[in-house]
């Protein structure tokens, strides 16, 4: 049975830092590339940013230069780290792992950022 599960996230001041976690299991993870996707109330979800199985990393526009997303495979864990959150930054955020035809999605986490 395949699971991820994301934590971290909360109520953050604007400014403000969290850390995301998405720990796998059920998938031979290094295999997956793994993706962090947030959806707002009323939008629709959008790639925030993902890591290749080789480590390639791509970003949303809007938030490049604030979050990083990396992995550890050893952990079966994918982390985002965002800094400097906006208001706009204000989504539940979900992980997703991919590969192939091979789809999955976690439950999602809510960040709330007050301004």
């Known amino acids: 049975q395949v699971q991820l599960v994301e934590s971290g996230g909360g109520l953050v001041q604007a400014g403000g830092s969290l850390r995301l976690s998405c720990a796998a299991s059920?998938?031979?993870?290094?295999?997956?590339?793994i993706g962090w996707y947030r959806q707002a109330p009323g939008k629709q979800r959008e790639l925030v940013a993902a890591?290749?199985?080789?480590?390639?990393?791509n970003y949303a526009d809007s938030v490049k230069g604030r979050f990083t997303i990396s992995r550890d495979n050893a952990k079966k864990t994918v982390y985002l780290q965002m800094n400097s959150l906006k208001p706009e930054d204000t989504a539940v955020y979900y992980c997703?792992?991919?590969?192939?035809?091979?789809?999955?999605w976690g439950q999602g986490t809510q960040v709330t950022v007050s301004s």
């Open positions: 997703n792992a991919g590969r192939r035809e091979w789809n999955y």
């Open positions: 059920g998938i031979t993870f290094s295999l997956y590339a």
């Open positions: 890591i290749s199985s080789g480590d390639s990393t």
